[in-house]
């Protein structure tokens, strides 16, 4: 929820209503949940994650229908639905569930392996790097589609939406385009059915970009990107329980804008910031 930064903002000065414009929301909403910050609903929920982490710590072997069976002793009244939607969101899982994902077969490349693992880059957009993660909210889950430059680690195009398909690749693409105007990039990525697909090698064709593939289950052909991701898992998705989409999306874009590409430092950038080593290296760059 971004309401809270209107607050602040506010105390800095900024009117509350430019900021709900920003942001995309009323100022009605913000007045409305300044009244009451916290609704029943979102007591209710708070209360009955609560007691199903409870329960399943007393038995990991419970699921969701042997929580919701359990929550009526407790005080709690939910339909099955409800408390597999929340379950679900803070990954409450039976231990014995059977893992999704598992034994899943990557499909075949469509394009050579052109890195070799080799992550490195003399000049600017010379190599991207791409992939997708994923996080759960109560709203149910986000993906995120990132690309990165190697030459100095900075994420030059995104897309965050609540669907994993095609065009969320294809949008980080032509975010990246837009934004550095590329020739004869290469793009790396994994063999997921979004870089295999036709609209996505449509659009590395259409934008003179040559697209690379590692091979299939071998997690050091993109590691250089699982590290980027590692570091937003760590600093963002695992802080807290995200609520909503729109929290998440917001909390994301600021980290990747703010902290990552301005403030953290990198030993294998000298010790500067992306945005710093990109400045320096602008020699480079324009070359």
């Not at 994420?155 to 032509?174: C, F, P």
Request: with cysteine; hydrophobic share 40%.
């Amino acid at each position: 929820m971004s309401y809270p930064l209107v607050l602040d903002l506010a105390a800095d000065g900024i009117p509350v209503a430019v900021t709900c414009r920003v942001l995309g929301f009323s100022t009605q909403a913000f007045y409305q949940w300044k009244r009451c910050p916290v609704s029943q609903r979102d007591w209710d929920d708070a209360h009955l994650i609560n007691a199903a982490l409870d329960i399943h710590a007393d038995d990991p072997a419970f699921g969701y229908r042997f929580i919701a069976d359990e929550l009526p002793a407790r005080g709690i009244h939910a339909s099955e639905n409800r408390v597999h939607r929340l379950c679900s969101a803070q990954r409450i899982w039976s231990v014995f569930a059977k893992k999704r994902g598992l034994g899943r077969k990557a499909g075949p490349p469509v394009h050579d392996d052109l890195v070799g693992r080799n992550f490195t880059a003399t000049v600017a957009d010379a190599v991207w790097l791409t992939d997708i993660t994923e996080h759960g909210t109560s709203e149910g889950k986000l993906y995120l589609c990132a690309v990165k430059d190697v030459f100095s680690n900075r994420i030059v195009g995104y897309s965050i939406d609540s669907r994993m398909k095609a065009s969320l690749a294809v949008s980080a693409l032509n975010h990246a385009v837009a934004l550095r105007s590329p020739t004869a990039t290469i793009v790396h990525s994994d063999r997921g059915s979004q870089f295999r697909s036709r609209k996505f090698v449509n659009a590395l064709s259409v934008n003179g970009l040559r697209g690379s593939m590692g091979r299939a289950g071998a997690c050091g052909d993109n590691a250089a990107m699982e590290s980027f991701f590692a570091l937003l898992q760590k600093n963002v998705l695992d802080r807290k329980r995200w609520a909503t989409r729109h929290e998440l999306r917001l909390a994301i874009v600021v980290w990747i804008e703010k902290t990552y590409h301005r403030t953290r430092r990198q030993r294998r950038l000298g010790r500067l910031t992306p945005i710093e080593f990109e400045t320096i290296n602008r020699p480079a760059l324009a070359a």
